[in-house]
Structures are given as C-alpha cells and as structure tokens.
C-alpha cells in the first residue's frame, strides 16, 4: 500500500509555471506507474500526465503536451508536474495516483491509490 500527499499547487497568472511534488510512503514506490489527474468544477476527473515506473516512459493528454513535463525521483519517492505557460483553462485540483503494474494507462479508475489533491488556480 502506498499513500500519496500533493504539494505545490496555488494561484498564478496566465503564463506561469508552477512544480508540483507528490511525495510516498512505503518501501515499493518504484514498482508503480504514477499519474497526475486534474478535476475542474463540474467537470469529470482527467487524465494529465503518467510515467513508468522506472521513468522512461512518459505520456500525456494532447492539451498539455510541450508545457507540462512529469518527471520522477525513485530513491526521494516523490513525482513532479512540472507545468509551464499556464493557462486559465488549467485551473482544477491536481491529483497523483499510483498503479499497481507495470503497464501504463491513463483512466482514473485504473489507479488504485490516490491523494488529497492540490488546487491550481490560473488567472487571466
């Protein structure tokens, strides 16, 4: 079992950059994939970002594609969102999920833990 907290989120203006940390507990982090999901008001929980779990595979949605870079650190157990040129349309609560295999997928309800979430807010 793996528990996951979010950090980083907040408020920028349109066109800043935020990272955002997702740090593990316990002994096996690298033995999941992980995934950053976002969920704006009203809308369903999407797929951002995910990353093998030796992190030579990354994957994205196509509307973040050449901003946001996912990028993970076995030995810290922790992965990152990196996310760039920011835009109002980004503004949700960001979630990292962990999965327990080796293959790579991109719906919600493949994951099998989650955390709290992190609220980014992006004004125009």
């Known amino acids: 079992q793996v528990q996951l907290v979010e950090s980083g989120g907040g408020l920028v203006q349109a066109g800043g950059s935020l990272r955002l940390s997702c740090a593990a507990s316990?002994?096996?982090?690298?033995?999941?994939?992980m995934g950053w999901f976002r969920q704006a008001p009203g809308k369903e929980r999407e797929f951002v970002a995910a990353?093998?779990?030796?992190?030579?595979?990354?994957y994205y949605v196509d509307s973040v594609k050449g901003r946001f870079a996912i990028s993970r650190d076995n030995a810290k157990k922790t992965v990152y969102l990196q996310t760039n040129s920011l835009k109002p349309e980004d503004t949700a609560v960001y979630y990292c999920?962990?999965?327990?295999?080796?293959?790579?997928?991109?719906?919600?309800?493949?994951?099998?833990?989650w955390g709290q979430g992190t609220q980014v807010t992006v004004s125009s």
């Open positions: 316990g002994r096996t982090f690298s033995s999941y994939v």
């Open positions: 999920a962990a999965r327990s295999s080796a293959v790579v997928l991109t719906r919600p309800r493949e994951y099998d833990y």
């Open positions: 990353i093998s779990r030796g992190g030579e595979r990354r």
